[in-house]
């Protein structure tokens, strides 16, 4: 694993560690629809086979569905969870936007509020905002250790 620090800077790809790649049908309608939705933001589009999402401090490739992967169109097995200031208002947005929303904002134990939807091609989206800073063995969890 490589640490951020040592990373060399290129600016064909972003300097997070961890980039999520979904595949999608329609690459430009896909990065359309998740940065009116989501709020994300395009960083590089690569014709009409790939681009690169800014989503706040981190990243999402969307790329080209292949031939072979027919049943990624539904996102089966797969999820992201992305970081946001307000829970509550990029709910609304997302909604306004035609996700389906499959859980409510709801605060959990662990200090985190969180919802998740689904895109229009069907993977599935949780959005998260830290709402306290509560130690792992406050709501069951344990530190460090599998």
């Known amino acids: ?6 990373v060399l800077a290129n600016r064909s790809i972003p300097r997070v560690i961890v980039i999520p ?3 999608y049908a329609n690459v430009k309608q896909a990065a359309v629809w998740l940065c009116d939705a989501f709020g994300f933001s395009v960083r590089i589009s690569m014709g009409s086979h790939r681009a690169q999402l800014n989503a706040g401090e981190g990243a999402v490739i969307v790329r080209e569905l292949r031939p072979d992967e027919v049943d990624a169109r539904r996102g089966i097995g797969c999820s992201v969870m992305v970081r946001v200031d307000d829970v509550d208002s990029h709910c609304r947005r997302s909604r306004a936007y035609g996700a389906r929303i ?3 904002p709801s605060t959990y134990p662990y200090g985190e509020r969180q919802y998740s939807a689904e895109d229009f091609a069907g993977y599935s989206w949780t959005f998260t905002q830290s709402v306290a800073d509560v130690r792992p ?3 069951g969890g344990t530190s460090g250790q599998l």
Not at 1 to 6: F, G, Y
């Open 137 to 139: 063995e406050e709501w």
């Open 21 to 23: 790649e979904l595949a």
């Open 102 to 104: 499959a859980t409510e």
């Open 1 to 6: 694993m490589v640490k951020e620090d040592k």
